[in-house]
């Protein structure tokens, strides 16, 4: 079956950096469309970033726009979300995602904190 599971995540100062990756499994990984997603406590989750499937187009929040790189390893079966020049409204719950079958990670906590 389809399983994502997220790593990386972590307590960071603002203005830090993380790298936050997704190891997939129990389907072709190089046929799909990838995203990342958010929750922060209270609010919805949002969209963060996607990636086709030869990695070739990407799109962003406007929020993450210039600061966080979405990328991927077909060979790997692995999705990364290099997120830079990180604040405080970073902080959320982060999550891979594939849209065709709506299959979500377990998450990893990213918390930006001094």
């Known amino acids: 079956q389809v399983q994502l599971v997220e790593s990386g995540g972590g307590l960071v100062q603002p203005g830090g950096s993380l790298r936050l990756s997704c190891a997939a499994s129990?389907?072709?990984?190089?046929?799909?469309?990838m995203s990342w997603y958010r929750q922060a406590p209270g609010k919805e989750r949002e969209l963060v970033a996607g990636?086709?499937?030869?990695?070739?187009?990407?799109n962003y929040a406007d929020s993450v726009k210039g600061r966080f790189t979405i990328s991927r390893d077909n060979s790997r079966n692995a999705v990364y979300l290099q997120m830079n020049r990180l604040k405080p409204e970073d902080t959320a719950m982060y999550y891979c995602?594939?849209?065709?079958?709506?299959?979500w990670g377990q998450g990893t906590q990213v918390t930006v904190s001094s």
């Open positions: 995602y594939r849209p065709a079958t709506g299959s």
């Open positions: 129990g389907f072709t990984f190089s046929l799909a469309f």
């Open positions: 990636i086709s499937r030869a990695g070739s187009s990407t």
